[in-house]
C-alpha cells in the first residue's frame, strides 16, 4: 500500500515534467497551428543550458536562477527561430511546418553534440532540496514533491495569463480566429512570436528541471516529443487544461503500468492513447476543427497525369536505371537497390497522404511487418523466395487492414497520431516478443534465392517489382477509385453529403497502401538478409514524409523523386562528413522556404508556366 | 475625406471581382453601398482592410496611403471593420470580446468605453460574462459592432448589419448607427435592405457585378426607381 503510494506519487512528479513540455506543444499548436516537432529539441536543449549555466553559478540561487535563466535563452533562441523561418511558411500547408520543425531538430541533435560533446552530462542536485522526506516509513525525495507541485502551479498561473492579462485573451482569442483578431487591430506577428516564445520557454524549462533527475544526453528530444505529442492529442490539442490531465493520465499509467504490465508497459500509452481517440476523436477537451483544414493544401491544385515531357523524362529514368550495373559497382547498385524500395514505399505513403488524405506518421509499421513478415516465414517455415515474396506482404495486408478500420474514423492530426500509435504497437511487440522475433537481436538468415543473390539480379528483381509497384499505384490513382478516393479527402463533408462511403473508400485506400510499403519491406530483408527493430521504428515512417514532400504531392512522381534525392543525399552526407544532421537539416529547411511545392512540384510549375499545353487538360489517365 | 477609393480591381485566384470600385466618404457621414447577393459588396469592404491579396487601385485613409499596409495597421489607423459574419469568439466572455477590440483613444475620433457601449446596446449589458456562443445573432451583431467600436475608430465599415435579424433588432440597429453618426462617425454599411439603408444613410452607391451603377443622394436614389429596380432585389 504505501508502496503504491510512493509510486503515484513517483507518477505525479513525471506528470509535473511532461505537463511543461505538452503544454508548451499544444498553446504553440492553439494559436500558430504549427505542430512543432522541434519542441523535444528545445527541452533538449533546456537541459544542456541548464547543466552549463547551474555549474558556472554557485549557490541556491545560482541552481534556481540557472534553470529559469535557462529557459529564458532557449525561449529567446525560439522566438528568433519563429521570426527568421517559421513566418515564412505559416501559410504553407500544416505538414510542410512539421518537415522545416524536423529540420531544425537535426540541426539542433547535431550542435548539441558539438557544443557538448556526445557523452551524458550529469547535472548538479538542487540546494536545498537534495535530501528526502519519510512518506509512510519511505524515503522520498525532495526534489521530486517540489516537481509535484511545480505542475499544478504552471497550470494555476497559465490559466491567470490566459484569463487576467489581455495578452492571454488575445491569445484565446487568436486561437479561435486569428484573422478576425488582426482585422480588430492586433498584431499577428508580434501575438505569435510571444506565443512560440512562450511555449518553448514551457518546454525548456521542463528540461532544465531535469539535470537534477537524470543524465543531460543528445537523444532526450525524440523521446520527449513522442510522449508530449501523445499527451497534447489526448489531451486535445489547444488545451492546457487538457494537456494536464493527459499528462498526469500518462505520468501515472507510466508509474503503475511498469508494475502491472511489464511485457507491455512501452506500449501502453499508445493503446491509452488509441482507445482514448476511438472514443472520444478529438481528445478529451479538444473539439473538432470548425472547418476542417486539408493538411496538405492539396485541393488547390488538383493532380495531374504528366504530360509529354514528363513521360519522357520518366523513360529516360528508367533506361538509366535499366543500364545501370554497366557502369556501377556493387555498392551503387546495393544504394540504388535500396533507393528503389524507399521510392516503393514513398509511392504507397503518398498514395495514402497525397491521394487520399491520411497523413501517416506510422507508415513504417507495414514496412516492418512486411519485412517481419518475410523473416518469419523463412525463421519457421523456410519459405523460398517466390513464396516469400507472395505470402509476405499478407502481413502488412493484415496490419493495414486491422490498424485502417480504426485510422479511418478519425481525420486530420489525430487520424496522424493515431497511426503513430498502431506503428509503436507494432513495434513494441516485435520488441518485446523475444521468442518470436528475437527482440533486439532482429532475425537473421533471410537470403534471396540463389538466382537472385548477386547484387545485379537483386538490383534488376527490386527494379522490377518496384516501377510494377508504383505504376500500380498510378493505374490506382488515376482510376475511378482513385477520384472518388481523392473526392474524399478534399471535402469530408461533401463526400458524406453525396452518399459515399467515406469510412469504407478510405480503408480501402488505406490498406493498398500499407500492402504497397510492405512489399518494399520484404525486399527491404532480403537486401540486409536481416530484420530488426529498427525497420518498424519512428524514423522509418519520418523519412517516409520527408520523401513525400520533398519530392512533392501533387504529383505521383513526386515522392519517388523524394525518396531518391533523400536516400542518396543521406548516404552521400553521411559517408563524407560527421556533421550529416547539420547538413541534411538545414538542406530540409531550405527545401521547404524555397520550394513549399516540392521539388517536383516546382519543376511542374516550371514547365506549366513555359508550355501550358504540356500535359492533359482534364484528368483522364494518359 | 475621411476615406477615398478609387479604380479598385480584386481577384479571387484568377476570378476578376471588383472592376473599378470608387467608394468616398467624409467625416460624420453615413454611406450605403447596395448591392445584390454576389454583387461585391463584401470583396469591396475586405480589399479596403487588406484581407484580399490580390487587389491594386487607390486607398486612401484619413489622408494615409493604406494600399500596401497589413491589416491590422490599417485598423489600427482608426479604420473599423465588422465583418459580415460576425465572428464572434464564441470561446470568450462579452468582456474579453470587447477587450480583444480594445485601442488606445485616437484624436479626431470618438471614445468608446465598455459602459457607453453598454449605454448604446443595453442588451449586452445584462450578459457581460456570458460566453460570445451563448448568445443570438441579433446579440452577436450587436457585440461584434461594440467590439470595433472599442479600437476608438473614425469611420467603421459595416458588412450587412441587418442580415437575418429580427424587425426590432433592426430598428435597434438603426438607432445606433445614427448615434454612432451623431458621436462624428463616419459609417459605411452594405446592404440588401434599402428600407433600412434609407433610415440612415445620407449617400448611397449600387454595386453590381463588381461594377458601380449608381453614386448619388438617397433623395436621387428615390427618384430613380429603374435603376433600384435593375440593381436591387425589392
Ligand atoms: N473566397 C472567394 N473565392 C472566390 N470567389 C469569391 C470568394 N468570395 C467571394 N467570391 C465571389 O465574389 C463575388 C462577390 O462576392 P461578395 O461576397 O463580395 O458579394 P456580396 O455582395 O457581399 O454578396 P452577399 O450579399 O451575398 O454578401 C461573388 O461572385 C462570389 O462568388
Ligand atoms: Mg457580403
Same mark, same amino acid.
Given at each position: 500500500m504505501d508502496f503504491l503510494f510512493i509510486q503515484f506519487l513517483n507518477g505525479l512528479a513525471s506528470a509535473s515534467s511532461l505537463f511543461l513540455v505538452a503544454s508548451g506543444l499544444s498553446i504553440i499548436f492553439g494559436v500558430t497551428?504549427?505542430?512543432?516537432?522541434a519542441h523535444g529539441a528545445f527541452y533538449m536543449l533546456g537541459a544542456y543550458m541548464a547543466y552549463t549555466l547551474t555549474e558556472h553559478w554557485s549557490g541556491a540561487l545560482g541552481f534556481w536562477g540557472g534553470l529559469l535563466a535557462a529557459a529564458v535563452a532557449v525561449a529567446i533562441i525560439g522566438a528568433l527561430l519563429e521570426i527568421i523561418l517559421l513566418r515564412r511558411i505559416y501559410q504553407a500547408p500544416e505538414l510542410f511546418q512539421l518537415l522545416a520543425t524536423f529540420g531544425v531538430t537535426l540541426v539542433i541533435e547535431d550542435l548539441v553534440i558539438q557544443i557538448w560533446g556526445a557523452e551524458d552530462l550529469l547535472g548538479r542536485r538542487a540546494p536545498g532540496l537534495k535530501g528526502s522526506v519519510d512518506i509512510f516509513g519511505q524515503a522520498f525525495p525532495t526534489y521530486e514533491l517540489m516537481l509535484i507541485v511545480l505542475g499544478p502551479a504552471v497550470l494555476g498561473l497559465l490559466w491567470l495569463l490566459f484569463h487576467k492579462t489581455r495578452w492571454g485573451v488575445l491569445v484565446r482569442a487568436a486561437t479561435q480566429d486569428r484573422m478576425m483578431v488582426a482585422a480588430l487591430g492586433v498584431n499577428q506577428a508580434r501575438l505569435f512570436t510571444g506565443v512560440f516564445a512562450l511555449g518553448i520557454f514551457l518546454g525548456a524549462l521542463g528540461g532544465a528541471v531535469q539535470i537534477p533527475r537524470e543524465a543531460v544526453h543528445n537523444a532526450m528530444d525524440l523521446q520527449i516529443i513522442v510522449e508530449a505529442f501523445v499527451i497534447v492529442v489526448i489531451g486535445g490539442m489547444g488545451s492546457v487544461l487538457g494537456a494536464f490531465l493527459a499528462s498526469v493520465l500518462i505520468g501515472e499509467l507510466n508509474a503503475f503500468g511498469i508494475l502491472l504490465f511489464p511485457k507491455i508497459s512501452i506500449v501502453l500509452m499508445f493503446l491509452v492513447m488509441a482507445v482514448i481517440l476511438v472514443i472520444r476523436p478529438w481528445g478529451l477537451l479538444g473539439r473538432p476543427e470548425s472547418h476542417a483544414r486539408s493538411a496538405l493544401g492539396t485541393a488547390e491544385r488538383p493532380i495531374r497525369p504528366l504530360g509529354r515531357g514528363g513521360r519522357n523524362a520518366v523513360l529516360a529514368v528508367l533506361l538509366v536505371l535499366l543500364i545501370l550495373p554497366v557502369f556501377g559497382g556493387s555498392y551503387l547498385l546495393n544504394v540504388a537497390t535500396e533507393v528503389l524500395i524507399f521510392a516503393l514505399f514513398a509511392a504507397s505513403l503518398h498514395l495514402m497522404m497525397?491521394?487520399?488524405?491520411m497523413v501517416s506518421f506510422g507508415h513504417a509499421a507495414y514496412f516492418g511487418l512486411g519485412a517481419y513478415g518475410v523473416a518469419l516465414l523463412v525463421k519457421f517455415?523456410?519459405?523460398p523466395m517466390a513464396g516469400g515474396l507472395v505470402l509476405a506482404p499478407l502481413l502488412a495486408f493484415t496490419g493495414a487492414v486491422l490498424f485502417g478500420w480504426f485510422c479511418v474514423r478519425l481525420t486530420g492530426v489525430y487520424l496522424a497520431m493515431l497511426t503513430l500509435a498502431f506503428a509503436q504497437i507494432a513495434w513494441s511487440i516485435v520488441f518485446q516478443w523475444d521468442a518470436v522475433t528475437g527482440g533486439d537481436n532482429g532475425l537473421l538468415g533471410v537470403w534471396p534465392a540463389p538466382w537472385a543473390s548477386t547484387p545485379e539480379a537483386f538490383y534488376y528483381l527490386t527494379l522490377a517489382i518496384c516501377a510494377v509497384g508504383v505504376m500500380m499505384i498510378r493505374r490506382i490513382v488515376f482510376s475511378p477509385f482513385g477520384y472518388t478516393l481523392r473526392s474524399c479527402r478534399d471535402s469530408v463533408l461533401r463526400a458524406d453529403a453525396i452518399g459515399i462511403d467515406r469510412q469504407r473508400i478510405q480503408w480501402l485506400g488505406f490498406i493498398l497502401a500499407g500492402t504497397f510499403a510492405g512489399i518494399g519491406g520484404v525486399l527491404f530483408a532480403y537486401l540486409k538478409g536481416s530484420v530488426f527493430p529498427d525497420n518498424i521504428s519512428i524514423p522509418i515512417s519520418v523519412d517516409g514524409l520527408v520523401m513525400v514532400l520533398l519530392g512533392g504531392i501533387?504529383?505521383?512522381a513526386g515522392p519517388v523523386v523524394g525518396a531518391g534525392i533523400y536516400k542518396a543525399l543521406s548516404i552521400f552526407i553521411i559517408s563524407e562528413t560527421e556533421f550529416w544532421k547539420l547538413i541534411l537539416g538545414t538542406l530540409i529547411v531550405i527545401l521547404v522556404v524555397a520550394f513549399p511545392q516540392g521539388v517536383v512540384g516546382f519543376a511542374v510549375d516550371l514547365f506549366r508556366r513555359r508550355d501550358p499545353d504540356d500535359g492533359e487538360a482534364g484528368e483522364a489517365p494518359a | 475625406m475621411m476615406l477615398e477609393v478609387h479604380g479598385l480591381e480584386s481577384f479571387y485566384g484568377r476570378a476578376h471581382i471588383l472592376s473599378g470600385v470608387h467608394l468616398t466618404a467624409a467625416k460624420g457621414e453615413v454611406v450605403a453601398l447596395l448591392g445584390r447577393n454576389g454583387a461585391g459588396k463584401t470583396t469591396t469592404f475586405a480589399s479596403i482592410v487588406g484581407l484580399v491579396p490580390r487587389c491594386t487601385g487607390t486607398r486612401v485613409f484619413g489622408g494615409t496611403d493604406i494600399s500596401g499596409l497589413a491589416t491590422h495597421e490599417i485598423v489600427r489607423l482608426g479604420l473599423g471593420y465588422v465583418p459580415e459574419?460576425?465572428?464572434?469568439?464564441?470561446? #470568450?466572455t462579452v468582456e474579453e470580446n470587447l477587450l480583444v477590440g480594445q485601442q488606445p483613444p485616437r484624436e479626431g475620433a470618438p471614445t468608446w468605453t465598455t459602459e457607453d457601449l453598454f449605454d448604446l446596446f443595453p442588451n449586452l449589458a445584462e450578459m457581460r460574462g456570458r460566453l460570445g456562443g451563448h448568445m443570438s445573432g441579433g446579440e452577436q451583431q450587436m457585440l461584434t459592432i461594440s467590439r470595433t467600436l472599442m479600437g476608438n475608430p473614425s469611420l467603421v465599415l459595416l458588412d450587412?448589419?441587418?442580415?437575418? #435579424?429580427?424587425p426590432k433588432i433592426v430598428e435597434q440597429m438603426a438607432h445606433a448607427i445614427i448615434e454612432m453618426k451623431k458621436h462624428g462617425l463616419s459609417v459605411v454599411i452594405s446592404e440588401q435592405n434599402l428600407h433600412f439603408a434609407r433610415l440612415i444613410s445620407d449617400r448611397a452607391y449600387i454595386i453590381e457585378k463588381g461594377r458601380i451603377r449608381f453614386d448619388g443622394t438617397m433623395a436621387e436614389l428615390d427618384a430613380q426607381e429603374e435603376i433600384r429596380d435593375a440593381y436591387l432585389a425589392v
Open positions: 497551428r504549427i505542430t512543432n516537432f497525397g491521394i487520399g488524405g517455415l523456410e519459405i501533387q504529383t505521383v | 459574419d460576425r465572428r464572434i469568439f464564441t470561446d #470568450l450587412e448589419p441587418s442580415e437575418g #435579424l429580427a
